[in-house]
Nanobody, 119 residues
Framework: QVELVESGGGTVQAGDSLRLSCAASGRTFSIYAMGWFRQAPGKEREFVAGFLWSGRNTKYSDSVKGRFTISKDNSKNTVDLQMNSLQPEDTAVYYC????????????WGQGTQVTVSS
């Protein structure tokens, strides 16, 4: 079992930046990949960014590419999501999640952190 705790959400204005952090604990040796997802009101959850637990093979959704950066602190088992040039359409609950293998779904999720961007 991997436990995930997100932090760093808040309310900002358009153009501002926020940095989210996801702390992983428990059976972290079983993590194959980690991802950040978000869900806006009335919309389906969508992938934002992610990579293999080794830090390789980073991917971003087209909507955040060039504005968001995912990074990992190996000493702390934390994965951050630096979000720049935030826009109102980035408003959502942001979740981090992990999966244990390439053919598996993301099976462990954090509780989510709210990001609100006002215009």
């Amino acid at each position: 079992q991997v436990e995930l705790v997100e932090s760093g959400g808040g309310t900002v204005q358009a153009g501002d930046s926020l940095r989210l952090s996801c702390a992983a604990s428990g059976r972290t040796f079983s993590i194959y990949a980690m991802g950040w997802f978000r869900q806006a009101p009335g919309k389906e959850r969508e992938f934002v960014a992610g990579f293999l637990w080794s830090g390789r093979n980073t991917k971003y959704s087209d909507s955040v590419k060039g504005r968001f950066t995912i990074s990992k602190d190996n000493s702390k088992n934390t994965v951050d999501l630096q979000m720049n040039s935030l826009q109102p359409e980035d408003t959502a609950v942001y979740y981090c999640a992990v999966k244990a293998g390439p053919a598996l779904d993301f099976g462990s999720w954090g509780q989510g952190t709210q990001v609100t961007v006002s215009s």
